[in-house]
């Protein structure tokens, strides 16, 4: 029995046992790339919301501090009640490109000094552009030198956040742009890794190739 020209290449090499393994390779493929780049977008937008909120928590942690430094000075002007001190230090606060304006009142909530407008807060945050992110902070000024807290007055500083965040945000910029590269060659890692698998092809051996060869032995 001649069994030379039987075409027992092709079915040697028949990669899967199913018809149509082709287009099921090519849906799979497909299935696992569109799961990669979801998981991909939702880290990336979880990292970038992160990021946002750290520059928010940093903003607000300088301007706090920025208050607590101007509490602290102002406490000695009323102490000393030194007027001209209190107005050396709104004008000192409100020339810094952050800080729109100052406000430092006493225990009744009366001006005392101001530097930056002339208005009531609320007429002067209304006359601000929308896109401007304004945050008006006030500390309490208290005398505790005798053990006992007495009320001496008031700081209101309104800050620019956008001015605060703006020194942060070019370093967010890079790491994100880092990030997302990181992100998109570890995509194309997942795709070429999946399809190196699916392309491997299992060699299956035909009864008529199994014949032959016990055959030849």
Known sequence: MNLAHHPT????????FVPGEQVYRRVVLFVI???LLFIIANVWLQANKKGEEVIVAHTENLAKVILAQAEHEARVWFLNGNQEGLQSLANHLQQQDAILEVSIQDDLGRNVVRAGH???VHEFLRQLPDSMWAVPMVA???DRS?????????VRITFDYERITAQSRPYHRIAGRQQLVG???SF??????TFGVLRRRRA???PVAAVENTNYQ
């Open 140 to 142: 309490p000024v208290y």
């Open 9 to 16: 290449h092709e079915l040697s090499k028949r990669p899967w």
């Open 146 to 154: 005798n053990g006992v807290s007495h009320l001496l007055g008031f």
């Open 204 to 206: 299956l051996v035909s």
């Open 188 to 193: 194309v890692a997942g795709v070429l890794v």
């Open 183 to 185: 992100l998109a060659m």
């Open 118 to 120: 002339d208005l009531p």
């Open 33 to 35: 790339a569109a799961i």
